[in-house]
């Protein structure tokens, strides 16, 4: 894979605990909806969502779903690959394998940002498709440590179903081939 980025090494078990508000049904999306579901917020109860699934964030080759944007000087010969950006689009599916059923995406960028350790600074929209969630999103921006087991990352925030959405993420690796750049991750929310 030469001196490209590692891939956020995101083969990785991740649980995801999310907490929203929910009240009334539906969710409308336009300003005045947006306006009505705030007046109605002191009627919300909090709700917890624990979500289980996988994204696969492939760095080369056939079926490629991220790339790098970016790298210092120093990058190549840093012994902790520090200053590598890369973008990705990467599929979420409901178990490891790439061709189990899609949910939806995980769009964002992540870089290498320690001069001591492989660490990452991740900020990524899981953009949820089908069923109930569809349309929803949910915004990670975290701390990657891509070389421990669990890696734990504030939810900063979501739309839709998931609007003022607080809580955790933990990403695990779950498959990672570091001459092919490819890795899958495990991630669990609540
Ligand atoms: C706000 O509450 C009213 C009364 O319960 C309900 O009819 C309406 O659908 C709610 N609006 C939203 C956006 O949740
Ligand atoms: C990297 O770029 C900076 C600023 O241009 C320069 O001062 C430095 O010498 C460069 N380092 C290497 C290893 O090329
Ligand atoms: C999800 O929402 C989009 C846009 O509203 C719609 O086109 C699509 O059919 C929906 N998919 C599912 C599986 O509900
Ligand atoms: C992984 O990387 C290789 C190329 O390095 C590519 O051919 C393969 O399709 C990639 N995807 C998966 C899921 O292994
Ligand atoms: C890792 O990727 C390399 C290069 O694409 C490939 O030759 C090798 O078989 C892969 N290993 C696994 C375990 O998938």
Do not use: C
Not at 19 to 24: E, I, P, T, Y
Request: charged content about 15%.
């Amino acid at each position: 894979m030469g001196s490209s980025a590692m891939p956020l090494v995101i083969m990785v078990f991740s649980t995801v605990i999310a907490m929203a508000l929910v009240h009334g049904s539906g969710i409308g999306e336009g300003p005045k909806e947006v306006e009505e579901w705030f007046q109605n917020l002191s009627h919300a109860k909090e709700k917890m969502t624990k979500l289980h699934f996988y994204f696969h964030d492939l760095t080369h080759g056939k079926g490629q779903t991220a790339a790098q944007m970016a790298q210092t000087n120093i990058s190549s010969k840093s012994p902790t690959s520090f200053g590598f950006l890369n973008m990705m689009d990467d599929p979420l599916t409901v178990g490891p394998e790439l061709s189990s059923k899609m949910v939806g995406r995980a769009q964002g960028f992540y870089g290498t940002d320690s001069m001591e350790e492989v660490t990452q600074i991740v900020a990524i929209n899981f953009i949820f498709s089908g069923g109930e969630y569809n349309g929803s999103s949910l915004t990670v921006m975290g701390w990657n440590p891509i070389l421990r087991v669990y890696r734990e990352m504030p939810i900063v925030g979501g739309s839709g179903v998931f609007r003022l959405a607080r809580g955790v993420v933990t990403f695990k690796t779950y498959f990672f081939n570091v001459t092919a750049g490819n890795a899958t991750i495990e991630v669990a929310k609540g």
